[in-house]
């Protein structure tokens, strides 16, 4: 009778581990069963280089969201898809900028939350877009002299 008893105990414990590692990989995932928390948007740049999805979506310095996709559309235009929780309500004058992360670190997607009092439906395109600064477009066209002198 205890050999039983020890046995229900070790197959208890390894049912409550099994479950717990199950818990955890489903946290670690993100999925999501019951439910969203969140909602996506959209936004339209020029170009996107350097974003990709899994980059961060922050407001103020706070990392907020994530990218979930990047897509050309039929004008050449780069659609990225990004997701917030539902606690952030945006404007639809909201700014979305491509920033990087130190002289040469990640590229990531800044929020300006506007203050028209009109909220952005999940979905929605936001139009309101700043590229990245391309650096080395910039430095190729002083080493060739690219730039025009104003003081002629």
Request: charged share 20%; with cysteine.
């Amino acid at each position: 009778m205890n050999n039983r008893k020890i046995e229900f105990l070790v197959g208890c414990f390894v049912l409550i581990g099994l479950a717990a590692v199950l818990y955890l990989a489903i946290q670690v995932g993100s999925a999501q069963f019951f439910g969203r928390d969140s909602y996506e948007l959209k936004a339209r740049f020029s170009s996107t280089s350097g974003v990709n999805a899994g980059s961060r979506v922050e407001i103020a310095g706070v990392r907020v969201g994530t990218v979930k996709e990047i897509v050309l559309d039929e004008n050449f235009f780069s659609i990225v898809t990004f997701e917030l929780p539902n606690q952030i309500e945006l404007d639809d004058d909201t700014i979305v900028s491509v920033k990087t992360a130190g002289l040469i670190g990640d590229r990531f997607l800044n929020l300006s939350p506007g203050g028209s009092g009109f909220p952005l439906e999940p979905g929605d395109m936001i139009v309101d877009t700043e590229a990245a600064l391309d650096i080395e477009g910039l430095i190729s066209r002083f080493a060739l002299g690219g730039i025009d002198d104003e003081s002629k």
